[in-house]
């Protein structure tokens, strides 16, 4: 079960599960502060610069045919067509 001090204290506040640290508890004013500086995802998308202005060059070539096997190298069965 997750576990934070009961006691108010200054800054950020560590929970931890079993000794490990998992997760951190801070103000509703640092994290109105932390995201309020960060632009919505509509907004960081929008700003993706314009990929109509790159130049790239592909090949034509039909793509090569590549077999994949699992990672036991035993080759998978296929069902009759």
Known sequence: ???CSGQQADGPQVVTI???EVAVVVSIEE???LTDELPSF???L???PDLE??????SR???RVVELTPPGGDTPRRPDR
């Open 53 to 58: 202005a790159l130049e790239i060059d592909r």
């Open 18 to 20: 079993h000794g490990e």
């Open 42 to 44: 509509k907004d960081f």
């Open 1 to 3: 079960m997750p576990r």
């Open 31 to 33: 994290y109105r502060r």
């Open 61 to 63: 070539e039909r793509a």
């Open 46 to 48: 929008l700003a993706a």
